[in-house]
């Protein structure tokens, strides 16, 4: 696996599963140490120094969430370009029984039934889903 290009993919947000496929735990700690990377929630790291912008913000709350997850609401609508600014807080959907730490700034749901279609490389609800699942990948499929 080349860690730069699923960073670039990913917006420059990675998991702690997936820098471990590469990297020892000395390395990674070495790598927030210096400043090289951020943690952006637990296990979510930035690998640049620049501010998140939302679609990174974005890309972390799904990492977060975990497999399957998918952005919903506003996030969603904002992404399918339904709505024309980004919304303030971003609101993830995962599978009904999830677990999902509290953060600032992300609000999570859980569904039973979770249709998704992936949409500028994010995992959506919505418009598209018409209760089918896509097959295509989407970052909150890369734990």
Do not use: F
Not at 92 to 107: D, F, I, L, Y
Request: hydrophobic share 40%; proline share 5%; charged share 20%.
């Amino acid at each position: 696996m080349n860690l730069d290009a699923l960073a670039r993919r990913q917006r420059g947000v990675i998991s702690r599963a997936q820098a471990r496929q590469v990297l020892s735990d000395s390395a990674i700690r070495h790598r927030l140490a210096s400043g090289r990377w951020r943690v952006v929630h637990r296990g979510v790291y930035v690998t640049h120094t620049a501010d998140l912008d939302w679609y990174g913000r974005a890309v972390a709350a799904l990492i977060l969430a975990g497999p399957g997850a998918a952005l919903g609401l506003a996030s969603a609508a904002y992404v399918q370009g339904l709505e024309r600014r980004p919304p303030p807080v971003i609101v993830v959907v995962v599978p009904h029984g999830r677990q999902v730490a509290k953060v600032p700034g992300v609000r999570v749901h859980r569904r039973r039934d979770l249709a998704t279609t992936v949409v500028k490389g994010l995992r959506c609800t919505g418009r598209g889903a018409n209760g089918a699942r896509s097959r295509r990948p989407a970052w909150s499929d890369c734990q």
